[in-house]
């Protein structure tokens, strides 16, 4: 059985601003790890990042671990803070392999790199492939994802993954989204390059839905995940053409109750 990493976790606490990416790159300032496992990579960061949180799994390399920012030109404000902590593979709280995040307890949220960010600096980063993990707390066998607090009275938070597809008609390059604005894309057709992957499929689009509860496409609906393991959500972004990203709540459910029979036999004379 696989075990937990020997790592150590990069908390960004407090304010965490970089300068923000440029069309998902980060041009201008990077937050950077190196040193750790080589199977194991860290994105490079930039934006804002607050309350974020990255696993970095060291396995057995002697180190030097480091963690770098550059900042380049530009009169943005940067601060930042980071807490360390080092982990065993025993250790509580230790992220099971591949995470790169890893979140506990029966409800929380989720949320892409620099997703509160607005303006020029808004979008999620280029050439993402990570997993986010939640651990299946004991007595509950499934999960539920939407945008919303699962009440009727909060606000719904902006969820916007983005894909287009190329052609030439006419000689003339026409670039064309994959999914109709205001709408949820599902599936690789739809989602072939940026998308989340949750309950095995890819969502992307303007909103948060994959028709299994609501399939009216134009409105957001949660998402439930009954996997067995632990849960996870993975993330994975191309090379170019971003949008917000997105922000999800999570609620884990109890597992249903199974009715038990007992059964009499009379036994013959």
Known sequence: MAQSCRCLVLRRRRLSQLAGPTEGSCNTDTFSVSGQ?????????????????????????????????????????????????????????????????YHTGQMGSI???????????????????????????????????????????????????????????????????????GQAGVGPVQCPDDYLLLSADRLCGDRLNDGTVNSQLTQNADVTDATGGQFTVKFVTNESTVGRGFKLYFRQNPCRTQRTYTVATVAGR
């Open 37 to 101: 496992n080589t199977n194991a990579p860290v994105p490079t960061l930039c934006g804002q990042n607050t309350g974020q949180h990255v696993f970095v799994e060291v396995g057995e390399q002697s180190g030097p671990l480091q963690l770098r920012v550059v900042t380049g030109a530009g009169g943005s404000a940067r601060r930042w803070r980071v807490r360390v902590t080092q982990l065993t593979r025993r250790s509580e709280g230790a992220a099971p392999p591949n995470c790169l995040q």
């Open 111 to 181: 949320e892409s790199f620099n997703y509160p960010a607005v303006g020029d600096d808004s979008g999620y980063l280029n050439q993402l492939n990570y997993m986010i993990c939640i651990r299946k707390e004991s007595g509950f066998c499934s999960i539920t994802y939407g945008v919303d607090r699962f009440d009727q009275f909060s606000n719904a938070e902006r969820f916007e993954i983005f894909n287009v597809r190329i052609s030439v008609i006419n000689g003339v390059t026409v670039v064309r989204s994959t999914v109709p604005p």
